[in-house]
């Protein structure tokens, strides 16, 4: 057992200030400990920044755009982070999801409305989703936490697993009927990034549905950045200091503390490490695996996207890609290392909600696809294919593209290894045991060193909760 050297200038370094390195700090500092975090980058926020990536006066966020997961997280909900600028902005629908031939399937917030338009499968939506969005606050420190053997609220997270650990599709066609409910649950099953039949693709499914109604699909006003930087300042107000601009390449740059936390994936702490972690970890850590990657383009546009279904107006998120049975296919073509003719489109459109985001009149577009981890394939004919599908004209309207494939991604943050979005793929085996199977898993045995990123439970999106446990790890351990 290693004991704590309390003749270190920091109590803790974290390595990047993603919204989990930015969550642990907040947590350490809150309980007066002295941290400092180290960021690679020129500004901090990780997945969770908005640069000006187009035209001049068009802000993008460049990763995450749409946060449910930040909106339901306990830990956010308990900071001022109000104080510091962060507005809300929650739009009417949380999600559109238009089909060739019928009206689009909308996602409201409220669950009734949304049943309602289901057609044959009005009760059975309510079956499914009522149960969790009565007993979400209860659910949510399980859900967002890591496995435990022991839940807090045992029958009603045994209730949820029921649904959770089946695979989408077993979940979407054994219950649902109509083309439209098969499809609205399909587009929030393919946020999982593997394929729909894979096991437990349904838990980010009943997740990411039941946020919807119960807490909404937001965004910050001015883009992703006001969170990060919203929580960046209540750090330093809690004592907190920030170093931007330096990469770290090996662990031996920061000796100088009690405790170092990586909000880093494991190839990364692997490379910057290795020597310094016992080896049976490592071999482990060697044995992590990513999922697939994307590509993700930003246009600038002379108007709004002209969609043939007016409702789809009334949502900052799009789910483009038709049928269950086409999203599906796309879903299962990446993970075979096939780029779609028909990929499925997580697509924005902040700048109709938010006013800061374009130019009056004008507006942005976020939108990314799935593709085979690695890829430098320009996907930008297949995206704007699908788009076009449901929103004709809508290609006359581009001013100006920005492109990143699989590997751009990776350059812009080392996080994302070979593109892949979420730390490492959060299949069954990976869900709650990332990155290994452990008691503990943030810390690193017989180290000084913890794991704070998304490649820790519960995994990716912005929600800070890996940086929270990770800090509480942490904190137990300078006792
Ligand atoms: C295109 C895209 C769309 C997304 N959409 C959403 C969304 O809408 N909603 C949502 O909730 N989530 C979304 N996500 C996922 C979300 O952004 C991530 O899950 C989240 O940012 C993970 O946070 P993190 O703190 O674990 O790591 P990151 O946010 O990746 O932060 C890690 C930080 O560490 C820094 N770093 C890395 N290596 C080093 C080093 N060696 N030395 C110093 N610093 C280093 C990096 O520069 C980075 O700033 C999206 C991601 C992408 C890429």
């Given at each position: ?11 803790a ?27 690679a ?8 920044r ?12 460049v ?15 308990s ?23 019928e ?63 089946r ?8 219950k ?40 909404g699909?937001?965004?910050?006003e ?32 920061l ?29 482990k850590?060697n ?34 890609g ?49 593709v ?30 920005n ?20 730390g ?13 199977n452990?008691?503990d ?25 890996c ?13």
């Open positions: 057992m290693i004991a704590v050297n309390y003749n270190k200038e920091y109590d370094i974290i390595v990047g200030s993603g919204p989990n390195g930015l969550a642990a700090g907040i947590v350490l500092a809150q309980n007066g400990k002295k941290v400092k975090i180290i960021e980058s020129d500004s901090v926020g990780g997945g969770a908005t640069k000006f990536l187009t035209l001049p006066g068009y802000k993008h966020d990763c995450s755009a749409i946060h449910p997961m930040a909106m339901a997280s306990p830990f956010f909900a900071l001022p982070l109000q104080n510091y600028g962060l507005k809300w902005i929650t739009p009417e629908f949380p999600v559109a999801h238009p089909l060739d031939n009206p689009a399937a909308i996602m409201e917030m409220d669950v009734h409305r949304t049943a309602s338009g289901l057609g044959r499968d009005n009760q059975t939506y309510l079956n499914l989703f009522n149960p969790i969005i009565n007993d979400f606050n209860d659910l949510l420190p399980d859900l967002l936490g890591p496995f435990n053997l022991f839940p807090k609220n045992p029958i009603k997270v045994a209730k949820f697993g029921l649904n959770a650990i695979s989408a599709s077993s979940l979407i066609n054994s649902f009927k109509e083309t439209r409910s098969r499809a609205l649950l399909a587009g929030l099953a393919a946020h999982s990034i593997q394929p729909l039949n894979n096991a437990a693709t349904s838990a980010i499914t009943l997740v990411l549905g039941a946020a919807g109604h119960a807490v699909w937001p965004m910050p001015g883009g992703s950045q006001s969170l990060s930087n919203a929580l960046a300042e209540h750090f330093t107000f809690l004592g907190g200091e920030i170093e931007t601009g330096k990469m770290i390449s090996s662990v031996k740059q000796s100088e503390a009690k405790a170092i936390l990586f909000d880093i994936t494991p190839k990364q702490i692997l490379e910057i490490a290795e020597n310094e972690i016992p080896k049976s970890y490592a071999k850590l044995r992590y695996r990513y999922g697939p990657g994307v590509f993700k383009l930003d246009l600038a546009l002379d108007g709004p996207i002209p969609w043939k279904d007016e409702n789809c107006c009334k949502a900052a998120t799009v789910h483009i038709g049928t269950f049975e086409e999203i599906a296919k796309a879903e299962s073509q990446v993970f075979e290392g096939i780029h779609p003719e028909k990929p499925f489109v997580l697509l924005a459109q902040q700048s109709l909600f938010d006013s800061t985001r374009a130019p009056e009149g004008k507006h942005t577009v976020w939108c990314y696809c799935h085979p981890n690695g890829s430098t394939q320009d996907m930008t004919q297949q995206i704007e294919d699908q788009i076009e599908r449901f929103a004709p004209g809508f290609k006359d309207l581009i001013l100006f593209r492109k990143m494939n699989a590997a751009d991604m990776q350059t812009y943050n080392p996080n994302y290894i070979g593109g892949d979005i979420n490492g793929i959060q299949d069954l085996r990976q869900l709650y045991t990332r990155p290994v452990l008691f898993p943030y810390r690193i045995p017989n180290t000084s060193f913890f794991i704070c990123s998304s490649s820790s439970p519960p995994g990716g999106g912005v929600h800070g909760m940086g929270y446990h990770a800090a509480q790890a942490v904190l137990n351990f300078l006792k």
